[in-house]
């Protein structure tokens, strides 16, 4: 460690020497400032132009950057009225290279990028920039986009409303705004196409993450999922709910805090211990005691739930122990306002980092169905999973991945570790002033909230801004009743009114405003000390105002916004006040860097009592029963850096913890993503394949190696001839004898059947037959192997008991049914090929002996145009005849993987005449 000191004290941090590699670029760039402000508008887009014949001749993004940042600084100071600073220029030479940009709150993060998204946009490759919602990914794509369009560049953006050829086309552009769920889900939609120009993405080049930390590590617990229906048993969740009430928490030891059955005691001592299930509030589990279990069977019966002589151990029964925990989790662990809200009929998410909503999103295993019953509302049906992506395995996926935020040095462990990507923290354009303050600890929850409304009030009364940070909506609720009794005027803005979002912050600065905010202090919207001009010239304009009467209201509005600014900064400028430390410092600290934006002055204090979830969980009942005895009162409070110090390490514990449920999430996520990859790799090509058959005739010429291998094996078994002749048969539908045993002519023979159906139908309807043959196979299998894999990580987890590490015991066996269901759909379709049959109409038939009759006078080859699966009839256009033969043959002749494929004719024999009207045998002719 000291010598760690002493290297960092002569050659300066990592950091200090990456920011120093950045300066001399950025006085290469400032050199070519005059050549780019001396160009008229007219050659921008002339110069794009030359920077992408450059690159397709051989030049590097490297040997460009000089002169596009150049460019781009000068379009965004000719459009928007703004020059890039010099630390802005440096924050988007860390995005090019692909790292972290680490820029405090109000130093610019939108103008940063452009420079750095405007130069890999040239590769026509495509650029993301991954917002948090659909308002900033609009709001921002409008603000930048006459910029990009002045350097000739074209903007699109993805937002959840928008139809598959709006996304296609947003897609299309040289730089797409969007956020990660629709980025995501996008990608899994894709891969669900049956038609690879249904597909709106393009391929995954550079990718800029706004608010990196936020969508990388508190979203990265959530994987993204795609449902489809599944077994309708809403039913049983309101069943159970009625009944939940019955069962007991067991009693904690008021000493320990602990659970009597956490301790040792004799077996009837635990016997003897009341209570049906005990909760872990920080993993949020339930664990059912056996007097729990048998209480649970005696509800079961007496309410007549399951039939009389069976017990909820039974396998049959069993599923109503998942209903009771996931009950119980509901009713103990997830409070309305806190961890959701109720809203128009339905329970929604709120984010426990941000305290927005989570659109779309839903508790997986039964949870948010257990909710519903709790808040008697409609339960919606549970569904099946399609396809799913945790956003690390999904934003891996980017050939050069980058981001920005004003707090990522507290992640960068796990930034370095999952996604391979270095934070590097930018210098501020101008210091700091803000004063931060200790934290100051309550003993009880009333006594802090008093307290805060004392300070709120007083900085209130002398004119200065007040922004108030909560953990939840319920306390950001409370607190507002708290404030209205007090008469002091005030706005909320949570999870039920984010709408407002914008209009709230913009003006959270003005003088005399108090707002609470609960865990989301304005993200990606300035707060200016003064408020809004802008805002206010908008008001003052109405929305139909012409682009004069805005800038005419906007110059009124300046000059009154140039003083109350100075009155504002005269008080002390923004004062945010945390009503509670949360598990993650990075947002405390996100809360606290809404204040001293742009060297302005500012202070920041966190009030703390020994009643919130952070002090109770890891502070314990021992900490506050402490306190008491070293004769700390009601209503005084502690004020000490030692204290600080605790606090921070008790989120360091949280964050810890936090971080191996997501390692734990991706190390597993990892080998469903190799399977994943395969699969959608798999189903790419042959979205593409033009001549599937052969794929499947390889396929079938190893299968029949294998099947003759096996014989050879075991022909000392009297029945292996006959088992082996019967397998031929169920897989191939041929009928071989023991003399048609040999490689050769089995292929021969199978060769000869593709060739028949690819001559009655026409390759292209036979191509796309096994098109949809293949689709429909891996769509199903992919299905039941995701439902596979999650049985089997919550059975391995069982093996611990056994000394077996789980995850290897998962990868293990998850590559076995892998493999078992890629042979599973290989087998699939060679069968249905095979024994499909080709069966024409009447009319297409007659034609076709009239054209294998002249075929013969004339040596003519036969029009296989002419000819189909069944449905198909003569004389109808090709696409019509493809939706027919897809509809048709492939829809009867596979319903399923084990259906039995009917002859529509009577078979041919070897030695009949053939049906084509040639006078051969069958066996001649196209027997052969």
Known sequence: MLVDKILTGIFGSKNDRDVKKLRPIVQAINERESWASALPAEEFPKQTQKFKEMLASGKTLDDILVDAFALAREAAKRILGERAYDVQLMGSLVLH???????????????????????????????????????????????????????????????????????????????????????????????????????????FNFCIVDEIDSILIDEARTPLIISGQGEDDTHKFHEVDKYVDQLEEMEKDPKTGLYPDEV??????????????????????????????????????????????????????????????????????????????????????????????????????????????????????????????????????????????????????????????????????????????????????????????????????????????????????????????????????????HAREAMIIAEAGAKGAVTIATNMAGRGTDIKLGGSPEMRARK?????????????????????????????????????????????????????????????????????????????????????????????????????????????????????????????????DDVLNEQRSTIYNQRDSIL????????????????????????????????????IITKFRDIFGIQLVAEDLQFEKIMSMLQNDITEKETLAGKENLNMFIRYQYIQAIDKKWLDQLEALESLREAVSLRTYSQKNPLTEYKIEGFNIFYDMLDSIRTTIISRLFKVRVQMSPEAQEQRMRAQSKMKQMNAQHDESQNGFQGVRSGINGDQARRQAASGAMQKHTQSENATVKRMMPKVGRNEPCPCGSGKKYKQCHGR
């Open 97 to 203: 290279s692909g790292r972290i940009t680490e820029m405090k709150t109000g130093e610019g993060k939108t103008l940063m990028c452009v420079a750095a998204a405007y130069l890999n946009s040239l590769t026509g490759k495509g650029v993301h920039i991954v917002t948090v919602n659909d308002y900033l990914a609009e709001r921002d794509a409008a603000w930048m986009k006459p910029v990009y369009s002045y350097l000739g560049q074209t903007v699109g953006t993805i937002l959840s409303n928008m139809d598959n050829e709006a996304k296609r086309a947003a897609y299309a552009c040289d730089i797409t705004y969007g956020t990660n769920n629709e980025f995501g889900f996008d990608y899994l939609r894709d891969n669900m196409q049956i038609d690879v120009k249904q597909k709106v993405q393009r391929g």
């Open 264 to 497: 040792q005691l004799l077996p009837e001592e635990r016997e003897a211990l009341k209570g049906d299930f005990t909760l872990d509030e920080k993993s949020k589990r339930v664990s059912f005691t056996n007097k729990g279990m048998l209480h649970i069977d005696e509800i079961l019966h007496q309410h007549n739930m399951i039939p009389s002589g069976t017990t909820v151990f039974d396998e049959e029964n069993f599923e109503y122990v998942h209903y009771f925990t996931q009950a119980v989790r509901a009713h103990k662990l997830y409070k309305v306002d806190v961890d959701y809200i109720v809203r128009d009929g339905k329970v929604e998410i709120v984010d426990e980092f941000t305290g927005r909503v989570l659109e779309g999103r839903r508790y997986g295993d039964g949870l948010h169905q257990a909710i519903e019953a709790k808040e008697h509302l409609r339960i919606a049906q549970r569904n099946r999973t399609m396809a799913t992506i945790t956003f690390q395995n999904f934003f891996r996926m980017y050939t050069k991945l980058s981001g920005m935020t004003g707090t990522a040095s507290t992640e960068a462990v796990e930034f370095g570790k999952i996604y391979k990507l270095d934070v590097v923290a930018i210098p501020t354009n101008r210091g700091v002033q803000r004063i931060d303050e200790n934290d100051v600890v309550y003993l009880n929850e009333q006594d802090k909230w008093e307290a805060i409304a004392k300070e709120i009030k007083e900085a209130h009364e002398k004119g200065q801004p007040v922004l108030v940070g909560t953990v939840s909506v319920e306390k950001s609720e409370l607190l507002s009743a708290l404030l209205t009794r007090k008469g002091i005027r005030h706005e909320v803005l949570n999870a039920k009114n």
């Open 540 to 668: 003052r304009a109405g929305t139909d105002a012409t682009p004069e009467q805005f800038e005419e209201a906007l110059k009124i509005e300046k000059e009154k916004w140039l003083k109350d600014c100075e009155e504002v900064k005269a008080c002390g400028g923004l004062y945010v006040i945390g009503s509670e430390r949360h598990e993650s410092r990075r947002i405390d600290n996100q809360l606290r860097g809404r204040s001293g934006r742009q060297g302005d002055p500012g202070r920041s204090k966190f009030f703390i009592s020994m009643d919130d979830d952070l002090m109770r969980l890891f502070g314990g009942e021992k900490m506050k029963v402490l306190m008491s005895r070293i004769g700390m009162e009601p209503g005084e409070p502690i004020d000490h850096p030692m204290l600080n110090k605790s606090i921070e390490k008790a989120q360091q514990k949280v964050e810890n913890r936090n971080f191996e449920i997501r390692k734990h999430l991706l190390d597993y």
């Open 688 to 723: 593409v394949d033009e001549n599937l058959a052969q794929r499947v005739l390889n396929n079938a010429k190893d299968l029949v190696e294998d099947m003759l291998d096996e014989y050879a094996h075991s022909r000392r078994d009297p029945n292996a001839e006959t088992e």
